[in-house]
């Protein structure tokens, strides 16, 4: 014991040593916070006010539209007139030109534009009016329905909660989808980039005959034990400092422009329900609805439970692959791919989180880290976790045996 | 009674017979020498003596007892190939392996300043080693196998990287060593370090010792020792 202690010892100092282990505990929080901060980067609305000159020759839509403070429009009258104005005039940012056909209800219009394309928001903001203004006016004009007694209908929803018998608690079934996937992804990304290293270090050895002198005065268990505990350490340090700086890093962000996240986040969700029948009101009122629902979801699934069975999973995981990588390095991508697979059949398993499919690969050592990830979040039966987890540590031992004999030269 | 004693070791891979019944003894403060050609065996046999190797069958004893893991601290183990860490110290690569031999923190450390005092390789102490010469990592890997003043040092091919005066300093420390009663099996195929240090000798030829006994009565007929090499292992 005392021996493997030397060797962990070693290991993680030697790490902790590199100056490409603190480059990458900066570089790739950094890395996270700036992705997390790219909306603010792209376009800043606040500075940039934006103006579409509207050409309606259906006489359909003139007028109807609403300027904000960031999108103003403007009838321009002709094409011309608007063409020469958005040549003299900066800050137009686009022509709406609706031409006028031959049908009496207008089916198409163009959004021209002059070097820089309009962004995303302008364009989901002019494709909304108009099937808004269309909308309104068709249901006044030829059914005679007022356009709030449509938005009401359009509101009224049924809502179906799926629901325990006996507790009465919410399935909240797409946050549990979620966090299965997040977690289940993280798990192979961890357990395969942490045993890899393994697989880099004991390869240092056996390349350089360090291996030879080592095992002349420690048994070779030790020897893997010691490499596979140390590198580990020094992997989890790293992902604990990656958390937490790219934690700090975005609520440091969040605190700085907290602002402009509420004003992104608006901008993002009305994208994101452009293509939606929704009225103003709703779309106002959905994403209320939908940060409830994620909140109330949250909090109904044990992260407590989830985190420890993690970690278990993560361990346990590591400690096999790293062994099973070393005592076949030839064919440590054949091993992986189970792993990856089970990843990539994620919205299988997720879809029938207790189907044959789910509980075998969840019960397989080479699958199970990522199956029971998946399946976690719904709830497993105790007797197959315990099953799950006696055939990886039963792998876990083997492979480290194996390992063990393949050190020996 | 010797201090190691080796018996009938027969080891092959995949059908091929490397060692075949090799036996030979090593007593305390001589230098036992294993003499032979490419390939005949001896490495494996070397590293069937430090547990590296699994024998198919034979029996390795230290003291009268079959070896085991216990007996690690007391062998020294100075490979063919350099085993160190380049990147590494040299003084804190030392003090690793002499760790690892059972020694704590302070007494390897102690031990092995003591030691590159003597060798004349203090102020390496803080150079990378990957930065040293062949011959100045031989020097280091010496050190290494010494530090825990083992009861038996195995010596492979301890004087290739080695300048003159580098294998006079190396023969001047398993010199000492021996005085103070270490047992040193030495493989080389230097006959003349072989002739010059060794009481006694083993000459292995593929995979079966094939001449074993005390080097001055082998010699005693006016031959040299690398004639009687020769002869054994004109087949």
């Known amino acids: ?409 | 009674m010797s201090l190691l004693e080796i018996d009938n070791i027969t080891k092959s891979y995949a059908g091929h017979n490397v060692l075949d019944g090799v036996s030979l003894r090593a007593e305390s403060g001589r230098v036992h020498g294993l003499i032979g050609p490419n390939g005949a065996g001896k490495t494996t046999l070397l590293r069937v003596v430090n547990r590296i190797v699994e024998p198919d069958g034979g029996e390795v004893r230290l003291d009268g007892h079959s070896i085991g893991p216990e007996d690690v601290n007391a062998i020294g183990y100075l490979p063919e190939e350099r085993g160190l860490y380049p990147r590494m110290k040299v003084g804190e690569q030392a003090v690793y392996f002499a760790r690892l031999r059972g020694l704590s923190r302070s007494d390897a450390e102690s031990a092995m300043r003591t030691l590159f005092d003597r060798l004349g390789i203090t102020n390496w102490w803080d150079r990378r080693t990957g930065d040293l010469s062949k011959g100045m990592q031989q020097l280091v890997q010496f050190a290494v196998a010494v530090a825990h003043k083992p009861r038996l040092l195995i010596l492979d091919e301890p004087f290739s990287g080695f300048d003159a005066a580098g294998a006079e300093k190396l023969t001047g420390e398993i010199r000492r060593l021996v005085g103070e009663g270490t047992a040193v099996l030495l493989s080389t195929h230097n006959l003349y370090s072989a002739e010059e240090l060794c009481s006694s000798v083993t000459i292995i030829n593929h995979g079966k010792a094939v001449l074993d006994g005390n080097a001055a009565e082998l010699c005693s007929g006016g031959k040299t020792l690398k004639q009687i090499f020769l002869e054994t292992t004109a087949q």
């Open chain 1, 1 to 409: 014991m005392k021996k493997t202690l030397i060797i962990i010892g070693r290991e993680i100092r030697t790490r902790l040593r590199r100056p490409s282990f603190w480059l990458l505990c900066v570089v790739v929080p950094v890395v996270i916070v700036a992705l997390y901060a790219i909306p603010l980067l792209v376009d800043d609305p606040e500075t940039r006010q934006q103006t579409v000159l509207v050409v309606d020759e259906t006489d359909f839509f003139e007028n109807s539209f609403t300027s904000s403070e960031k999108i103003v429009y403007r009838p321009a009258g002709s094409l011309k007139y608007a063409r020469t104005q958005m040549k003299s005039d900066k800050h137009i940012s686009a022509i709406l030109f609706i031409p006028a056909r031959e049908v009496s209800i207008p089916h198409d219009a163009f959004l021209y534009y002059r070097t820089t394309m309009p962004n995303t928001a302008l364009q989901a903001d002019v494709s909304e009016q108009l099937q808004t203004i269309l909308r309104n006016n068709i249901l006044l004009d030829v059914y005679n329905i007022p356009p709030d007694d449509y938005n009401m209908l359009m509101t009224t929803r049924v809502k179906l909660r799926t629901q325990d018998i006996e507790s009465g608690r919410e399935a909240h079934l797409k946050v549990r989808t979620v966090a299965g996937i997040a977690l289940a992804a993280l798990m192979v990304l961890a357990v395969l980039m942490f045993s890899a290293s393994v697989l880099r270090g004991v390869a240092e050895e056996r390349g350089g005959r360090i291996a030879e002198v080592i095992l002349s005065s420690v048994r070779p268990l030790q020897l893997l034990s010691g490499k596979i505990v140390g590198i580990g350490t020094a992997g989890l340090l790293q992902f604990v400092l990656w958390v937490a700086l790219a934690g700090a890093g975005v609520v440091g962000v969040r605190a700085v422009a907290a602002d402009r996240f509420d004003e992104v986040s608006t901008t993002v969700g009305q994208i994101a329900t452009k293509g939606a029948e929704a009225s103003t009101q709703l779309e106002s009122t959905a994403p209320l609805t939908a940060n409830a629902e994620l909140m109330q979801g949250l909090e109904s699934i044990d992260f407590a439970l989830l985190t420890a069975m993690f970690l278990v999973y993560f361990l346990i995981g590591y400690l096999a692959f790293s062994a099973m990588f070393v005592s076949a390095s030839q064919f440590s991508i054949p091993l992986a791919l189970p792993l990856v697979a089970t990843l990539l059949l994620s919205p299988l398993l997720v879809a029938a989180p207790a189907g044959n499919l789910a509980v075998g690969l969840s019960l397989f050592p080479l699958t199970a880290p990522a199956a029971m990830m998946l399946r976690l979040p719904f709830g497993v039966p105790v007797w197959q976790v315990a099953v799950s987890l006696l055939f990886l540590v039963a792998t876990t031992v083997f492979a480290f045996v194996t390992a063990a004999k393949k050190l020996k030269i």
